[in-house]
T-cell receptor, first 115, second 114 residues
Framework: DGGITQSPKYLFRKEGQNVTLSCEQN?????MYWYRQDPGQGLRLIYY???????QKGDIAEGYSVSREKKESFPLTVTSAQKNPTAFYLC??????????????FGPGTRLTVL | AQSVTQLGSHVSVSEGALVLLRCNYS??????LFWYVQYPNQGLQLLLK??????LVKGINGFEAEFKKSETSFHLTKPSAHMSDAAEYFC????????????FGPGTRLSVLP
């Protein structure tokens, strides 16, 4: 079955450590996205990538980094510079292009807790 | 710039009652509109979407929504609530000149009372 996988489902980090969240899709989608979800605030866009080897900052990119070396993979690194990283992180993908109208497909999420 | 508002962060209905979740959007060009559902500790699942054509859109699980351009609204309805409908619901908008990027509303948590 096609879909998006995220790992791990739960992640604990000590302050000052970098951690990397995995996101893989086998939907052959060009575009991929990372969102952060906090209670009562909906989803906020961290980074997005419309094509391999290219990505753009979203609304809250500070303290995060990404890479897009393969079409199916879009890992997110939460660096020690992120002041409040405890949150639920969601990865999504969609067909590419600028025409719009394509829905985003979401992974199951990773819950990151900083100890 | 696009924006989405959802009236009511928490809505409670009785089982069998009408479900109405409100969504209003702001867009400088004709929008594409989406409703997603999220169950606890899970990702989002698409309920339905409006791109072009018929303004009344039917989705999964008996939900439907109507695009009203004059009211800039895309409210989600279901005639009869089921206990399994209890979840968080998100409205989202994207624009033709903004690629596939979405702007999500803050969400509405639906509780279904027995």
């Amino acid at each position: 079955d096609g879909g998006i996988t995220q790992s791990p489902k739960y992640l604990f980090r000590k302050e000052g450590q970098n951690v990397t969240l995995s996101c893989e899709q086998n939907l052959n989608h060009d575009a991929m996205y990372w969102y952060r979800q906090d209670p009562g605030q909906g989803l906020r866009l961290i980074y997005y990538s419309q094509i391999v080897n290219d990505f753009q900052k979203g609304d809250i990119a500070e303290g995060y980094s990404v890479s897009r070396e393969k079409k199916e993979s879009f890992p997110l690194t939460v660096t020690s510079a992120q002041k409040n990283p405890t949150a639920f992180y969601l990865c999504a993908s969609s067909k590419g292009g600028l025409a719009g109208g394509n829905e985003q497909f979401f992974g199951p999420g990773t819950r990151l807790t900083v100890l | 710039a696009q924006s989405v508002t959802q009236l009511g962060s928490h809505v409670s209905v009785s089982e069998g009652a009408l479900v109405l979740l409100r969504c209003n959007y702001s867009s400088s060009v004709p929008p594409y509109l989406f409703w997603y559902v999220q169950y606890p500790n899970q990702g989002l699942q698409l309920l339905l979407k409006y791109t072009t054509g018929a303004t009344l859109v039917k989705g999964i699980n008996g939900f439907e929504a109507e695009f009203k351009k004059s009211e800039t609204s895309f409210h989600l309805t279901k005639p009869s609530a089921h206990m399994s409908d209890a979840a968080e619901y998100f409205c989202a908008v994207s624009e033709a000149n903004y690629g596939q990027n979405f702007v999500f509303g803050p969400g509405t948590r639906l509780s279904v009372l027995p």
